[in-house]
């Protein structure tokens, strides 16, 4: 009695486990599915941002060539300026000492003229006569009154020598007053160009930094996004493996017709009708057979393994393995012999199956029927399911992954049509 109560607290324990710990493991992998596609949604979008401010880089990098011809101009204006300066220098300085000439001469005319002013004030007119009247002969008074007339335009000379050097040094404070006024507007517009320059370097510089610490940010959330993404894809693999692992330590069911994981599919092609009978499989070969009828292989680059832009989501994602196109019901084969791992509905697989063959994992997604169960044993070319398009699909197609130590890998490399 003892026995069969324990018997029974075992079949109890044996349902919760089936019937409450494996729709959770569905659970999560639908969830790590949706963690993914979120992943690589926010990814694609933060990649396309990083491309938009690149390209807002290369429209600065354009602007900053503009700024350099600019400065360029600049410069070269600025240079020309410091020969101006240089050149208004020296010219200066030749003038001041012309102008220091000048002005000596001035002084000892105003001397000359001063002197001849006070001998002319001394005596007068009357001066002049009596040298005429002291006259011996008519030739001595000729010759007297043209060295008066000498006297007297040499007077006149004087003074007019006098007003033009006056006018000389006049002239001469007013260029070097011009020429000084002109040195100081070049150093101003000297000084303005270098500012403008100073400017035009720092806004480019701000516009560089500023542009690359958003790419920075950009980057940082893509590397977090890809962080959450391989977490999760870790996890799947994970959870591959351990479904593997369960296999090898013998805990499967017995080849009852339970899956072990609540398949609602088998035996449902999708459209409610009845399935068509399985196609024969291929003769027994070495190595792994393809896993459909060979008319049905990958044609589009969006078909196969790596990646692509995903046909639901319409974003840039990582293809976990090769989709074929083929009618509702199409037979699936086991590429070789092996043993189910799992045969339920996954996530965004749908209806998937699960088989541990020489070599690796073969993983079947979008089937409309599971027509074998969890632990079941199967033979290379064993009808095992039916081409659908349950879970995450836009139609009728089979999808193949194949995992490697719980890696996924290109199924091609291992199996072809």
């Known amino acids: 009695m003892k026995k069969k109560s324990i018997f029974s607290l075992t079949l109890v324990l044996l349902f919760f486990v089936s019937t409450v710990l494996s729709p959770v493991y569905a659970e999560s992998e639908e969830e790590l599915q949706k963690k993914k596609a979120e992943a690589s949604q926010k990814k694609a979008a933060y990649e396309y941002q990083i491309d938009m401010k690149q390209n807002t880089a290369e ?16 410069t070269e204006k600025v240079n020309s300026f410091d020969g101006q300066i240089s050149e208004i220098n020296t010219n200066l300085e030749a003038k001041n000492q012309q102008l220091a000439g000048t002005q000596a001469k001035q002084a ?6 001063e002197e001849r002013l006070r001998v002319m004030y001394m005596f007068g007119n009357e001066g002049y006569a009596s040298v005429l009247f002291s006259s011996t002969s008519f030739t001595d008074f000729i010759a007297k009154a043209d060295m008066v007339r000498l006297i007297a335009q040499a007077d006149r000379n004087a003074v007019n020598a006098l007003e033009t050097t006056v006018k000389q040094v006049k002239t001469q404070q007013e260029e070097i007053k011009a020429d000084k006024q002109k040195l100081e507007s070049l150093k101003q517009e000297q000084e303005i160009a270098l500012a403008s320059q100073n400017d035009i370097k720092e806004q480019e510089k701000k516009l560089l930094a500023d542009n690359q610490h958003v790419i920075n940010e950009l980057q940082a959330k893509v590397e977090a996004e890809q962080a959450v993404y391989d977490a999760a894809d870790d996890e799947l693999a994970r959870l591959a493996v351990q479904g593997e692992n369960e296999v090898g330590q013998g805990n499967v069911p017995g080849n009852t017709g339970d899956n072990g994981e609540g398949n609602e599919g088998t035996g449902d092609n999708g459209g409610g009708s009845e399935a ?21 292989h990958p044609i589009a680059w969006d078909d196969m393994f790596g990646d692509r832009i995903h046909p639901v989501y319409g974003t840039w994602t990582w293809h976990s393995g090769c989709d074929m196109a083929a009618p509702g019901g199409t ?50 070319g064993q009808h095992v399911g039916a081409v659908g398009t349950t879970g995450t699909s836009t139609g009728n197609h089979l999808h193949l992954s194949f995992l490697v130590n719980g890696n996924y890998v290109d199924p091609l490399n291992y199996m072809h049509w």
């Not at 000892?108 to 003229?113: A, G, N, R």
């Not at 068509?276 to 049905?296: C, Q, T």
Request: proline content about 8%; overall charge negative; charged content about 20%.
């Open 59 to 74: 429209g600065i990098e354009n602007e900053i060539n503009k700024a350099e011809e600019k400065i360029k101009t600049i």
């Open 108 to 113: 000892e005319q105003e001397k000359d003229l």
């Open 276 to 296: 068509p009978a399985p196609d024969p499989g291929p003769a027994p070969s070495v190595g792994l057979i393809w896993p459909i009828s060979s008319e049905y």
């Open 331 to 380: 037979s699936v084969w086991s590429p070789g012999d092996g043993v189910v791992t799992f045969a339920g509905w996954n996530g965004g697989y749908g209806n998937c199956i699960m088989i541990a063959v020489d070599g690796g994992t073969v993983l079947f997604g979008h089937l409309s029927s599971i027509d074998v169960s969890k632990g079941q044993s199967v033979r290379q």
